[in-house]
């Protein structure tokens, strides 16, 4: 605990509010186009993006590292696109496939590294399972650069993606370039997933896209708010978990954070008005008291 | 035997065993589930731990392969709820059964032989080293593991084959028949589990969901039929395995990660070259087809026009491409392919259909 | 000048034909059925006029102009089931996009098409439903809202997919009715259609297909025992004559549709 000052904590926060606001917001349009294990391969893919983009650069540089994550993320994106465009291989195998693929081929190029003498490798491994308390004041820099150009874009884009997200045919009909827009929001998508790489790392990064939003659509009825929602849930969690792990013992960040948000999905799918399971239940109970009244 | 022999004998042995599982899921569309039950049979095995304080007791593995059916069931759970889609179901359940795991392990035993990085990746290199002795015979406990789950799901495909095709290919006709396909589902999901928890040990979660879906996914590119689609499978799982061994061993880097790679190598290998459902048979017959198919519009369209009063336009040879919206070298060509074959000849400035014009267009009607 | 011009279209899908060289035209103010047997392309008909689906000869014109430019004079009612219910948004909200076309890029939409909106909503009888959350609707008004969505594209030309899909009675002849005031003003529909029984009844143009066109005209003239034989094949049984505008259809014997008119027959 000691070894944190107030400045270090309050750069860990910052840093999980940011990730947690912009995957939670893109992850409401991953959940709704169903999209939420496309988020698991991609942020699976990401590793030996980061990992290529060090060996080319020797520089732990983050918003190049991002960059490199992004791509390969995109790239998995792609082929699976082309798999299953072209083949009679299913979404489900393909993403299964290019998952377990990047990540054993991003594990090769880490134990690679390890055989260099230099140190700057040694915290690549952090991205496995994310290691907050390592975030310091130019990772949040590139975390924003990358961020709110991102949630600007859903600002500006808001009613392309809603439209494209509900009723992509109609949107066509009224001229709207549904596939351009399909790739601009999976694209956002990766965005998100690599801002959270170095917290969540990229083992849980899926987390953080789908359980927010899938707690924030209990509560409400409206795609506003249920982003808006999201982006609660997420910074919430985020800074909850990084700080715990920040200041406990050696507890990974992305485990935390997950179980955090795990948390508030659960009250989410049990309490919510209307739609919770145990408010249903009681409204049955309910009903079953007063036929027909 | 050498180490190095028995370090890949014990990973072809996983990958035959992960394949026959695997190909069931890849054709159910259940892929993602091993993601799932990979990741949380640790926390079967975590928990097991603290019941037992014994990394060796035959419990961990029993509750590995429970807590996987039950991230199979509390999946159904969630979806079933209708307040979540099933995929977001998914991704819901696994990362926090598995971030329990991985919180319990860093925070309660990481002084035992359990940590994070070996629960992705394995320790395949170290297998070798932890043996026990079977009737007699000085095994790695990992290849004794591996070859009981490879027998166990020879055995069970052997004699539920029917039921699994049929549950497989027509799960409505499988109802019907009384096979109930809850139970070859949860059956098929203990196996995954079992596997899984068997192959977990030595080459981490990464490559079961390598290992079961990748070599399955290839073969489902190569044949049609169920027996031919499990043997390639068992084939490629095993040939991507020795790859991966090799390769690793030439770069030394990380075995199981290596063999992950080899697993997408063969995949590509089979996607780009596969000879019917391949990625260049498919786009040569393509290009084929296409000729063909504009060939039959174009007789469809001559055919359809000849004798109304707007023929003279439809059928003129040098306006027919602008009235199909064809490009004019597109068009040139179909009409020179379609009278070098015999189907059309010229009539002063008309297309007239021959007889084999006419029957393809009329065979092309009906179709 | 004709509402729509479709001239030797062929789509296929990967090399499968669906649709082989239609030819036909609908002139304005017409309330037109396109029908044939499931598989026909009647979907696909629709689908390659609004550009959704590249063909792979021939072309279809808006008002004698390609559907590009064209956007603005049409309005388009999927098929209920092409969309999640479940989606997080108002009825109100899912009319309004109706405005997206003509809100360009980057502008909200505002007052102007919420009241447009609410206009919509109260053609179809649902503007007391304008703030319920889509997924607690009837199929009848999921249907009113989709048209709904149609109309405050104040188009020239409608095209519509199975508007009467799974819908009650009540609804049904509502929906009939706003087609006929449609027409009355002058607008043009097109409506693909499943129930050979209703189709004298509502329509005045109709479109037979089954892959090739068989037969489009007025009902009066194209709705023949021939030419429903030649679309529907084997699988049609016929009445005597009724009415003088065609055949009376007994079944296509076909499980659903064929049950539907049996009761149709009883009830007569």
């Known amino acids: 605990m000691e070894l944190f000052t107030d400045y270090t904590l309050r750069t860990v926060a910052l840093g999980a509010a940011l990730l947690g606001v912009v995957s939670g917001v893109l992850g409401c349009f991953a959940v709704l186009r169903r999209q939420a294990l496309l988020g698991d391969a991609m942020s699976h893919a990401a590793l030996p993006g980061i990992a290529l983009a060090f060996m080319l650069t020797g520089r732990r540089e983050p918003l190049i590292l991002l960059v490199g994550a992004a791509l390969a993320a995109w790239l998995a994106a792609l082929l699976l696109l082309a798999i299953t465009r072209t083949t009679r291989v299913k979404e489900d195998s393909g993403l299964a496939l290019l998952l377990a693929v990047f990540f054993g081929f991003g594990l090769v190029l880490l134990s690679l590294l390890q055989q260099r003498p ?78 959270g790489l170095q917290t969540v790392g990229v083992v849980l990064m899926s987390a953080m896209l789908v359980a927010p939003a899938a707690a924030a659509r209990q509560w409400t009825d409206r795609l506003g708010v249920m982003v808006l929602l999201a982006a609660a849930f997420g910074a919430t969690s985020g800074v909850v978990g990084a700080l715990i792990s920040a200041t406990g013992r050696g507890l990974s960040t992305g485990p935390t954070i997950v179980l955090c948000m795990a948390v508030i999905t659960a009250v989410s799918l049990l309490f919510a008005p209307e739609r919770g399971i145990l408010w249903r239940r009681r409204r049955i109970a309910l009903s079953e008291r007063v036929p027909g009244a | 035997m050498s180490p190095q022999l028995e370090v890949q004998l014990i990973a072809v042995v996983i990958a035959a065993a992960c394949a026959i599982p ?170 995954v589990s079992i596997t899984a928890v068997g192959a977990f040990d030595a080459v981490g979660s990464i490559l079961v969901i390598a290992l079961m879906v990748g070599p399955p996914a290839a073969a489902y590119l190569l044949t049609d039929r169920l027996s031919r689609m499990l043997a390639l499978s068992v084939l490629i799982g095993a040939a991507s395995a020795l790859a991966g061994y090799w390769f690793a061993a030439w770069l030394d880097v990380a075995i199981a990660g290596s063999m992950a ?107 | 000048m004709n509402a729509l011009d479709i001239t030797d279209l062929t789509v296929a899908y990967r090399d499968k ?138 188009a020239q030309i409608y095209f519509m997919d199975e508007p009467f899909q799974g819908v009650d009675a009540v609804t049904e002849r509502a929906i009939v009715a706003l087609l006929q005031d449609l027409r009355a003003s002058g607008k043009t529909v097109v409506v693909v259609h499943h129930d050979l029984q209703t189709v004298p009844e509502y329509f005045d143009w109709v479109t037979l297909i089954n892959v090739r066109r068989i037969a489009s005209g007025p009902v009066a003239e194209v709705f023949t025992e021939a030419n429903l034989r030649a679309t529907y094949g084997g699988r049609i049984a016929f009445l005597g004559h009724s009415e003088g505008t065609g055949d009376r259809v007994l079944g296509t014997g076909k499980r659903g549709l064929g049950t539907e008119y049996a009761e149709t027959a009883n009830a007569d």
Request: charged content about 15%; overall charge positive.
């Open chain 3, 17 to 154: 034909p669906v649709l082989w060289d239609i030819d036909m035209s609908v002139p304005a103010g017409t309330l037109m059925a396109i029908v044939g047997p499931n598989g026909a392309g009647k979907t696909t008909l629709i689908k390659a006029t609004l550009g959704l689906v590249r063909p792979a000869a021939g072309q279809t014109l808006i008002f004698g102009r390609p559907y590009a430019e064209q956007r603005r004079l049409v309005g388009y009612v999927p098929q209920r089931g092409s969309v999640d219910w479940d989606f997080p948004t108002s009825v109100l909200d899912v009319v309004m996009m109706g405005r997206y076309g003509s809100l360009g890029w980057l502008r909200r939409p505002g007052q102007r098409e919420r009241a447009l909106a609410l206009e919509a909503l109260e053609k179809v009888r649902m503007a007391d439903f304008a703030s319920r959350q889509i997924s607690q609707l009837s199929g009848g008004q999921q249907q009113r809202v989709f048209l709904a969505r149609a109309l405050v594209q104040d």
């Open chain 1, 118 to 195: 230099d140190a700057a490798q040694a915290g690549l491994k952090s991205f496995l399972f994310g290691q907050a308390a390592a975030l310091v004041e130019r990772d949040v820099v590139a975390m924003a650069a990358l961020g709110l150009p991102a949630l600007l874009c859903v600002a500006l884009l808001w009613k392309q993606f809603k439209l494209i997200s509900f009723d992509p045919e109609y949107a066509a009909s009224l001229g709207m370039p549904v596939g351009l827009l399909g790739v601009a929001l999976t694209t956002l998508i990766v965005v998100a997933i690599v801002i």
């Open chain 2, 261 to 367: 790679t080899m697993v997408g190598v063969a995949f590509l290998l089979v996607y780009l070259f596969a000879p019917e459902r391949g990625l260049i048979a498919t786009a040569a017959r393509r290009a084929r087809q296409r000729w063909l198919f504009a060939e039959q519009m174009l007789a469809l369209h001559l055919l359809n026009h000849a004798g109304t009063p707007e023929a003279a336009a439809e059928c003129a040879s040098d306006q027919v491409g602008e009235h199909l919206r064809w490009r004019p070298v597109f068009a040139a060509e179909v009409v020179r392919r379609a009278e070098q074959g015999g189907l059309v000849r010229r009539q002063g400035p008309m297309l007239a259909l021959t007889e084999r014009g006419r029957a393809l267009a009329q065979e092309a009607s009906l179709r």
């Open chain 2, 22 to 191: 695997g190909v069931f899921l890849v054709l159910r569309r259940m892929a993602m589930l091993s993601d799932a039950i990979s990741h949380t049979v640790l926390l079967g095995i975590v928990l097991g731990y603290f019941l037992t304080r014994d990394l060796a007791s035959p419990l961990l593995f029993v509750g590995a392969v429970a807590m996987g059916v039950a991230t199979v069931s509390l999946v159904e759970l969630v979806s079933r709820t209708g307040l979540v889609k099933e995929d977001a179901a998914i991704g819901l359940v696994f990362p926090a059964l598995f971030s329990v795991a991985v919180i319990l392990i860093s925070r309660f035993a990481s002084n035992v032989h359990l940590d994070t990085d070996s629960v992705l990746l394995g320790e395949l290199a170290l297998a070798p080293f932890d043996r026990l002795i079977l009737l007699g015979l000085d095994l790695p406990r990992a290849l004794v593991v591996g070859l009981g789950t490879l027998l166990l799901n020879l055995v069970l495909v052997l004699l539920f084959y029917k039921e699994l095709k049929l549950a497989t290919f027509d799960a409505a006709l499988a109802a019907a028949l009384g096979f109930a396909p809850a139970l070859v589902h949860y059956g098929l999901m203990t196996v």
